[in-house]
């Protein structure tokens, strides 16, 4: 009897079976950070999160940019992706959020052009608002090395997003501990009228949450150097704006790559809950 009234338990229908519907007063522009790891298995490297937001009514867009490239060019192309669905789809403000070092870019765009007359707010996630050590530890590599791996990732660059000429190293030079704290963020400043919220992420060293062993060398060298860190930033280099907390899922994890079963739900918590955050902040 008990064995009947679990499966009819589990066969009984919902009344509303789909997904909530979430209602933000802005469509939601996503931008994707340095590297096409992403684009390899999907059509952009945000494209999973983009989509899990249209499953619940949300207007949101994943669009592709130059994957290596300095931060000015970079935040270039975002101004032009920007005014690119106004004209097309007459929208004229959207929520922005930035993973990884899109959160540079758009910090660049927004501070060297008009393009914020069209951004209602910036969200920034595991953004290297500090640099991060990665970045240094890569530029510690014997020259020799760094200069045939910056050529063969701009060869890919070049053939998979040909409208714009990769750069690598330079990509890499700015995203050093030094560069962000002593360059980029005393000549940046973000629009006041534009609220800033930025989350971080830990897994590995320093935490009860597992990570991919391909990534433990440069967690543990992060840590030793910044901190708890998600295998690419540290907890406190993501810190921006109003820092709405921190999440335990690994850098690459949180673009829906290498997602275990243990992560997926932290995944869809992450995007979803930012999505609800703004929705209820009025945007």
Not at 32 to 60: N, T, Y
Not at 82 to 99: G, P, R
Not at 133 to 146: F, G, M, Q, R, S
């Amino acid at each position: 009897m008990s064995e009947r009234k679990t499966l009819l338990k589990r066969l009984e229908l919902q009344e509303f079976p789909q997904p909530d519907i979430l209602q933000p007063k802005y469509p939601i522009l996503l931008c994707h950070g340095f590297g096409a790891v992403g684009s390899l298995i999907k059509p952009s490297p945000l494209h999973d999160p983009a989509m899990l937001m249209r499953e619940h009514g949300v207007i949101a867009f994943a669009p592709n940019i130059v994957p290596y490239a300095s931060i000015e060019v970079r935040g270039l192309n975002w101004i032009r992706i920007i005014e690119t669905l106004v004209s097309k789809y007459k929208i004229q403000k959207f929520n922005v959020v930035a993973h990884s070092m899109g959160g540079l870019d758009m910090r660049y765009a927004l501070a060297n052009s008009d393009i914020g007359k069209h951004v209602a707010s910036l969200t920034t996630v595991a953004t290297p608002h500090h640099g991060t050590y990665l970045a240094n530890l890569v530029l510690k590599t014997p020259e020799l090395i760094t200069e045939k791996v910056s050529e063969v990732m701009d060869w890919f660059a070049n053939n998979v997003y040909p409208k714009e000429k990769s750069d690598t190293f330079s990509s890499v030079e700015q995203l050093t501990m030094e560069y962000v704290r002593d360059v980029f963020n005393p000549a940046i400043r973000t629009p006041e009228d534009i609220p800033v919220f930025s989350y971080s992420a830990s897994v590995g060293k320093g935490t009860d949450y597992a990570l991919n062993p391909i990534f433990k060398i440069q967690n543990a060298q992060i840590y030793e150097h910044e901190g708890a860190n998600d295998s690419f930033v540290s907890v406190e280099s993501a810190k921006w704006g109003e820092y709405l907390g921190n999440v335990h899922i690994s850098h690459l994890n949180q673009i829906n790559v290498q997602v275990g079963k243990e992560f997926r739900q932290i995944y869809l918590d992450l995007w979803l809950g930012i999505i609800k955050t703004l929705t209820e902040r009025g945007f």
